[in-house]
T-cell receptor, first 113, second 114 residues
Framework: DGGITQSPKYLFRKEGQNVTLSCEQNLNHDAMYWYRQDPGQGLRLIYYSQIVNDFQKGDIAEGYSVSREKKESFPLTVTSAQKNPTAFYLC????????????FGPGTRLTVL | GDSVTQMEGPVTLSEEAFLTINCTYTATGYPSLFWYVQYPGEGLQLLLKATKADDKGSNKGFEATYRKETTSFHLEKGSVQVSDSAVYFCAFWRSGAGSYQLTFGKGTKLSVIP
């Protein structure tokens, strides 16, 4: 089955530690996205990538980093510089042209203790 | 700037009631419009979409019509079920050269009681 996988579903880290969230897709999509979801705030775009080895900052990129070495994978690192990292993180992908549907993964809930 | 305004929730309805969730957008041009649904603890799923003015998107008994004159894309369902309990997000693609970003509303939580 084609789709997007995110792992793990729940993640706990101590304050000050970097943590990397995994996102893999087998939909052959060129574009991939990371969103952060907080209660009552909808989804906010962290980073997106339209093609391998290229990515752009979204609205709230500070304290996060990404890489896009393979078409299928778009890992997100939450660094210790992110002041309030506890949130639900969603990865998505789409064909590259704008105006098309984004497909979402099941999400990772990160809790920083 | 580009934005989406959704009806604030939570919305609580009895089974078989009529549902409307209002959505209006501010954008340049004529963006594609979407409704996504999120069930508890899961990612988002596309519910329906419309790509041009007067288009009606429909799926699973839900409908929404792209109204250019009022910049609206209200979600409706004639008879809700308990299984429709979820959070609903209105969204559109941002305009501008090279822009491939969805702008989301804040979401409307729907609870349907038997």
């Amino acid at each position: 089955d084609g789709g997007i996988t995110q792992s793990p579903k729940y993640l706990f880290r101590k304050e000050g530690q970097n943590v990397t969230l995994s996102c893999e897709q087998n939909l052959n999509h060129d574009a991939m996205y990371w969103y952060r979801q907080d209660p009552g705030q909808g989804l906010r775009l962290i980073y997106y990538s339209q093609i391998v080895n290229d990515f752009q900052k979204g609205d709230i990129a500070e304290g996060y980093s990404v890489s896009r070495e393979k078409k299928e994978s778009f890992p997100l690192t939450v660094t210790s510089a992110q002041k309030n990292p506890t949130a639900f993180y969603l990865c998505a992908s789409s064909i590259a042209e704008g105006g098309n549907e984004q497909f979402f993964g099941p999400g990772t809930r990160l809790t920083v203790l | 700037g580009d934005s989406v305004t959704q009806m604030e929730g939570p919305v609580t309805l009895s089974e078989e009631a009529f549902l409307t969730i209002n959505c209006t957008y501010t954008a340049t041009g004529y963006p594609s419009l979407f409704w996504y649904v999120q069930y508890p603890g899961e990612g988002l799923q596309l519910l329906l979409k419309a790509t041009k003015a007067d288009d009606k998107g429909s799926n699973k008994g839900f409908e929404a019509t792209y109204r250019k004159e009022t910049t609206s894309f209200h979600l409706e369902k004639g008879s809700v079920q308990v299984s429709d309990s979820a959070v609903y997000f209105c969204a559109f693609w941002r305009s501008g050269a090279g822009s491939y970003q969805l702008t989301f509303g804040k979401g409307t939580k729907l609870s349907v009681i038997p």
